[in-house]
């Protein structure tokens, strides 16, 4: 089954304590993205990747960072996540937006609560 | 980046009833897609929007697409309770990698 996984689903830490979220595509997909989701303000994109070893930041990068080292994968580190990274973080792939704008498939998505 | 501001925020409707929501920009746009969210869930793609007028349908779901290409529509008519989510407009820039969401018209439909 195509699919966007990440992991974990649910996560609560205290501040300072370093974390990654994973996130995996089955799909070939050479673009993938990571996307924070609070109340009253959609979502925003945190940074995205191209392809393998390709990353930029999205409009909200301060504090995370991110890697691409296999096609699949694509997770998210937060080094000292703070209180006002808490939030729902969706991970999204599509296959190739060099042409027109793909159609992203969601992750399930990463509800962080950070203390 | 880019802007674009969607409304309304909420909109609670009677089942039966139609649905709008609406997206503008300041700036002409090169595409535009729209995503569906339900409550708990993830954003789902619905479509997407190039041409100046576009008009698509999806059964009851039409979206079109500004002739200046700076604002987009999407109408439900006769709403059902399937159709309870939050409705998103999304815009591309930098060459299509970049992307922004607007900030979502989250429906309520009262069976």
């Known amino acids: 089954e195509a699919q966007v996984t990440q992991n974990p689903r649910y996560l609560i830490t205290v501040t300072g304590k370093k974390l990654t979220v994973t996130c995996s595509q089955n799909m070939n997909h050479e673009y993938m993205s990571w996307y924070r989701q609070d109340p009253g303000l959609g979502l925003r994109q945190i940074y995205y990747?191209?392809?393998?070893?390709?990353?930029d930041k999205g409009d909200v990068p301060e504090g995370y960072k991110v890697s691409r080292k296999e096609k699949r994968n694509f997770p998210l580190i937060l080094e000292s996540p703070s209180p006002n990274q808490t939030s729902l973080y969706f991970c999204?792939?599509?296959?190739?937006?060099?042409?027109?704008?793909?159609?992203?498939?969601f992750g399930p998505g990463t509800r962080l609560t950070v203390l | 980046g880019q802007q674009v501001m969607q409304i309304p925020q909420y909109q609670h409707v009677q089942e039966g009833e139609d649905f709008t929501t609406y997206c503008n920009s300041s700036t002409t746009l090169s595409n535009i897609q729209w995503y569906k969210q339900r409550p708990g869930g993830h954003p789902v793609f619905l479509i997407q929007l190039v041409k100046s007028g576009e008009v698509k349908k999806q059964k009851r779901l039409t979206f079109q697409f500004g002739e200046a290409k700076k604002n987009s529509s999407l109408h439900i008519t006769a709403t059902q309770t399937t159709d309870v989510g939050t409705y998103f407009c999304?815009?591309?820039?930098?060459?299509?990698?970049?992307?922004?969401f607007g900030t979502g018209t989250k429906l309520q439909v009262i069976p």
């Open positions: 999304v815009i591309n820039s930098g060459g299509y990698q970049k992307v922004t």
């Open positions: 999204a792939s599509s296959f190739h937006p060099q042409a027109l704008p793909d159609t992203q498939y």
């Open positions: 990747s191209m392809n393998v070893e390709v990353t």
